[in-house]
Nanobody, 126 residues
Framework: EVQLVESGGGLVQAGGSLRLSCAAS????????IGWFRQAPGKEREAVSC????????YYAEPVKGRFTISTDNDKNTVYLEMNSLEPEDTAVYYC???????????????????WGTGIAVTVSS
């Protein structure tokens, strides 16, 4: 059974930091790009960051460049999203996802993701 389990969300003040974790199981971790997406109230789900160990690639959406860092621990089948200098605009439910293919990995393509976690809330207060 495929599982993507997010953890590490919560409430933080603007300027603060959080680290999200995504623990993956049930599929060959190294074969997949793993990404973080987010959905704010009333908005569409959007890509935040993706990483592919196989391709050695990372993707960051413009709003988070320089503030967020994605990384993997392949021994633990876990992907992390270190979020610094958080802003109220970062408030959203964050989802972990996994997908295959170069396009999916390089462009963090929402439609290319095969598996999704259930999401975890991040709230940034001003």
């Amino acid at each position: 059974e495929v599982q993507l389990v997010e953890s590490g969300g919560g409430l933080v003040q603007a300027g603060g930091s959080l680290r999200l974790s995504c623990a993956a199981s049930g599929f060959t971790f190294d074969d997949y790009a793993i990404g973080w997406f987010r959905q704010a109230p009333g908005k569409e789900r959007e890509a935040v960051s993706c990483i592919s160990s196989r391709l050695g690639s990372t993707y960051y959406a413009e709003p988070v460049k320089g503030r967020f860092t994605i990384s993997t621990d392949n021994d633990k089948n876990t992907v992390y999203l270190e979020m610094n200098s958080l802003e109220p605009e970062d408030t959203a439910v964050y989802y972990c996802a996994a997908g295959r293919g170069g396009y999916t990995a390089i462009y963090c393509n929402y439609y290319g993701m095969d598996y999704w976690g259930t999401g975890i809330a991040v709230t940034v207060s001003s």
